[in-house]
Every structure is written in C-alpha cells, then in structure tokens.
C-alpha cells in the first residue's frame, strides 16, 4: 500500500500553502467527508475484508437487542401513534434492519415507526437502501440530522460520535494552543502548534483539566450535535441512545487515530484512505444535555447495557436452532461484544441515553427490579 497515492494528500498541501497550517478538525472533516475523495464518502469499510468490524456487523443480537430497547422506550413514552426513528450514521444499515425485526415482537411500535437515516456518504447510502429495501416501514434519508423533521423521536448511534470531527489544543506556560497540520519543505505531513493561545479558552477546558502540565493535549467537539438532539427530544419527548468508545470523565490525552485493515495506521501518512475517529467525551455530552434540560442516564459499560437487555437469552434462543458449528459462532460473537479488559469491546465502549425529563427510568438503565424489556427470546429468528 505505501506506494498508493492519496488523493488529498496534494489538496490538504495546496490548502495549508494558501491558508496556512490546518487545525485538526478541519483535516479531519476533509479526510472523511470531502465530497469526492473523504474516507466515507466512496467506500464501504466495514467487515473483515475492510478496515473495521463495528458491533452490529459482528451479529445480528446487537441491533436485535437496540431493537427491543426502541420498543420499550416507545411504550414508556406512552405509545405514540408516530414516533420517528433516527439513526446516526447507519454503516451498512444493518443495526436498522435487526432492530426493526425484533421490533415485531410489539406491534403498536413497528405501525407507529418511521425510519430516519441521515448519513452523509452517498455510497453508504446506497448500501443501506440495498439492507433495508424489503422492509415495509418508511424509510427517509437525510444528509444531516437538521433535515429530519421534528416530533416524537427516538435516535440511535453506534460508532458516530467518534467519527465528528475533533479539535485538538496543546497546554503551553501562556494557555492553550490549537493543535494543527503543517507541511514540511518536502511536503511532508506533520503535527504543529499554532503559535498564539486560544483566547478566553478557559472558558471551554473543565475545571479538571485546567491544572495540567504542559504539553498535554485537550479534545472537544463542537456540540451542535447534542444540542439538536435534545432540543427535539425535550420539545417533541423520547430519547437518544449512544454507543461509543470514550470516556466517562473528561480529561487530557491525545486519542485522534487512524485505523486501516484492521490496525492502527499513521493519521496523516494517507489522508482520505484511512479511518479517522477520536474518543467521544462523555461528560462533555452530559453537561450539554443538562444544560438542553434533558435527563441523562450513564454512561454504562457496553456489557452491561447488553447483559440488561437480555443478550444471553437472545444468544441462547439463536444457538437452540443451528448446527453446533453456527452455535459456537454465535457463542464467539457474544463473548467479542462483551469481553472485558483495557481492550475488550464491552468495556472500551459506553452507552449513554438522553430522554425527555419525564422519562424518568429507561430500559438497561434503572436499578434492578424495574420493568424488563420486552422478551429476547421472543423476537424472530430471521
Ligand atoms: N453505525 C454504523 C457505522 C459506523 S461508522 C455501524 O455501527 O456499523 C460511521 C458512520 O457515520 C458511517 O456510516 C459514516 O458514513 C457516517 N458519518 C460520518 N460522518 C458523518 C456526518 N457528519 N454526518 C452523517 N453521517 C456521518
């Protein structure tokens, strides 16, 4: 692959020539969504034969189990006659497609739902139309979350708020300094300071991170994002679920990584042929939520959430019916989702719901004893 030539290796250079040294963000942004060349925009990259293998595409109980948390927040909100199903950043549309099966086992929901896709990349697009085209429930797809029209709503997300381009600022003696792109004499990428400090950007760093030595690195995002979404669920009711890999509480540490067939990568050796993702900061969305007046509930680990939702019900309804080979298969994708340890899936991913304030509990986040989602062994099998 060194040999392969980037293709917006000469547009960031011929940028960073004319407008000087570019802010991670904006190099990230262009990496994955540039309209011709971004990472997303042209390609499918999940699965083994791609770069990386998120939770649904590992099996089928992880969009199931999302599914029958859909449901079960439905009823909570009281059962409207039209709620609208958001995903953020469908992949392949397989999560939608396994939810919206195991949403059979309710009825009232599966008549009262429409499906609302917003996705930026018209080959994923494309994709997901392919997944979800025997489906009897609308389905509508939309660029950005703004298109989608207001109302009863219930959003999901795996695996995109790490993909929203990240800000990065280095702690110096006089304050902190925007993290950015420079170009070398030979046209080499690499990583630069800007030279000023961030004015008034105090204001932005938790009380916690401020007192750090210097050197270190702080990341946010913008919250455009949270802000819209709890600005609907709070006028219109419902909730949004988050599956992401991040931190529970803010703090320091340089996470922008380039991920490609399925190991780390160098960020800026291939611009727009590599995954670029940043870990998604938890306690930033909190605070945002609360401050939109929307009721927060987590971060949870993956696991737990999974195990609250009845995933070893689901997987052993799913082994009951296929030869031992499928059931050790499923067996394997079950442990993968769950695993413990710095690096296993259920641990390093978090779920995070934002809900209307009346909802006061949601399924897999309330103290034991609560009402038990709806039954995992009762979805169908295909
Ligand atoms: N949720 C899927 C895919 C995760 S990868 C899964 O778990 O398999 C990130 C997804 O977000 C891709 O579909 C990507 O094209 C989409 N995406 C990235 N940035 C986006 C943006 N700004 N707006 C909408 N979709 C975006």
């Known amino acids: 692959m060194a040999d392969e030539v980037a293709p917006l290796d000469a547009e960031i250079r011929r940028l960073i020539k004319i407008a000087g040294p570019m802010p991670v963000r904006h190099y990230m942004a262009m990496c994955l969504t540039h309209a011709q060349h971004g990472y997303y925009m042209t390609r499918d990259p999940f699965g083994t034969e791609g770069d990386f293998t998120t939770s649904p595409e590992i099996s089928q109980m992880f969009g199931e189990l999302i599914g029958l948390w859909m449901a079960s927040v439905w009823r909570r909100m ?14 392949r549309g397989t999560m939608m497609l396994d939810a919206i099966r195991a ?15 917003v996705e930026t990349s ?8 392919q997944t979800l085209a025997g489906l009897e429930t609308p389905c509508a797809w939309h660029t950005t979350l703004a298109e989608v029209p207001e109302g009863p709503t219930i959003v999901v997300a795996n695996e995109f708020f790490d993909a929203v381009p990240v800000n990065q600022a280095v702690k110096k003696g006089d304050g902190w300094h925007e993290r950015v ?12 300071n800007a030279p000023e400090p961030i004015p008034n950007f105090v204001i932005t760093v938790p009380k916690a991170v401020r007192d750090v030595p210097n050197g270190a690195i702080f990341e946010w995002r913008s919250n455009t994002m949270t802000v819209d979404l709890c600005r609907r669920i709070v006028n219109g009711g419902g909730a949004a679920l988050m599956i992401d890999y991040g931190h529970v509480a803010s703090g320091v540490g340089d996470t922008f990584q380039a991920v ?14 590599v995954d670029l993702t940043a870990h998604v900061d938890f ?5 945002d939520a609360e401050t939109m007046g929307a009721r927060v509930h987590g971060p949870i680990e993956q696991a737990e959430f999974l ?3 009845g995933v070893d019900t689901r997987a052993d309804a799913l082994k009951a019916v296929v030869t031992p080979a499928k059931a ?41 004893g609560a009402e038990a989602p709806a039954d995992p062994a009762a979805v169908p099998i295909a």
């Not at 009281?78 to 992949?91: D, T």
């Not at 949403?103 to 896709?117: I, T």
């Not at 067996?331 to 995070?352: C, D, I, N, S, W």
Request: hydrophobic content about 45%.
């Open 328 to 368: 050790a298969e499923i067996e394997a994708a079950r442990l993968r989702l769950t695993a413990g340890g710095p690096t296993g899936m259920g641990t390093l991913f978090k779920v995070l719901a934002l809900s209307h304030p009346k909802l006061e509990s949601l399924p897999a986040f309330e103290k034991a």
């Open 103 to 117: 949403a059979r086992v309710m009825p009232g929901f599966r008549s009262a739902l429409a499906v609302h896709l």
């Open 307 to 309: 195990s609250r939702m």
């Open 181 to 192: 792109i420079e170009a070398d004499a030979n046209g080499n990428l690499h990583f630069g």
């Open 283 to 287: 306690q930033a969305i909190t605070l």
């Open 78 to 91: 009281g059962s409207p006659n039209s709620v609208r199903l958001i995903e953020l950043g469908p992949g």
């Open 122 to 129: 018209p080959a994923l697009q494309q994709r997901q139309r």
């Open 260 to 273: 490609r067939k399925h190991g780390f990568a160098n960020p800026l050796a291939s611009p727009g042929l």
